[in-house]
């Protein structure tokens, strides 16, 4: 069936370091969304990419939907403490459901 | 504040019952959505309803029942038939049903067998 993996599973970071976590689907994506979900939390709705090669910035968030529409990418500028969480994506593909990816668990030492 | 209220926030089932997580919103959204999360695993979909009185199944649905009476209330019974009930369970509703909406999840509960 329709996969969307998700890497790396966790990520320890510096704060003021870079972090990026990917996003790769089996099959083609009509939209992705990426939600946050901070420790002993619920997800959070983050941002919906739905056009080809399109890329959204949200302040120090880069998104970013892969030109074959199979793949995105979540990158951090300069982490602080207050990014640490886990970061989820979720594609919309040819099962008609929302699949979200195992998530990726940022770490950020003060 | 309008938002999604999930009750209990923890609960312990005993061998051969039944449970029922309760989920309410205040949204006014039509659509409502049941997943399952477990370490290192995502969310996976167990039930949805994009209506009021019509629900579906999703990836995992057995062992689970829901119901959807009332478009605010979307109820979750994990049945005895479910042999690995031990997860945290997230409820979540959108505007429509309309996957390309965004979805709003309430704050969980995790159970836990006895």
């Known amino acids: 069936g329709q996969q969307v993996m998700q890497i790396p599973q966790y990520q320890h970071v510096q704060e003021g370091e870079d972090f990026t976590t990917y996003c790769n689907s089996s099959t083609t994506l009509s939209n992705i969304q990426w939600y946050k979900q901070r420790p002993g939390g619920h997800p959070v709705f983050l941002i919906q990419?739905?056009?080809?090669?399109e890329v959204k910035k949200q302040k120090r968030l880069t998104f970013q939907f892969g030109e074959a529409k199979k793949n995105s990418s979540l990158h951090i500028t300069a982490t602080q403490t207050t990014d640490v969480g886990t970061y989820f994506c979720a594609g919309l593909g040819k099962t008609g459901k929302l699949i979200f990816g195992q998530g990726t668990t940022l770490q950020v030492k003060p | 504040d309008g938002g999604i209220t999930q009750s209990p926030k923890y609960l312990f089932r005993k061998e051969g019952q039944n449970v029922t997580l309760s989920c309410e919103q205040n949204?006014?959204?039509?659509?409502m959505y049941w997943y399952r999360q477990d370490p290192g695993q995502g969310l996976r979909l167990i039930y949805y309803?994009?209506?009021?009185?019509?629900?579906q199944k999703g990836d995992i649905a057995e062992g689970y029942s829901v119901s959807r009476e009332k478009k605010e209330s979307f109820p979750l019974t994990v049945t005895s038939a479910q042999k690995n009930p031990t997860a945290f369970y997230l409820c979540a509703s959108s505007l429509s049903g309309n996957w390309h909406q965004p979805q709003h999840f309430g704050d969980g509960t995790r159970l836990s067998i006895l």
């Open positions: 990419l739905v056009k080809s090669g």
């Open positions: 309803s994009q209506i009021v009185n019509d629900f």
């Open positions: 949204l006014n959204h039509d659509a």
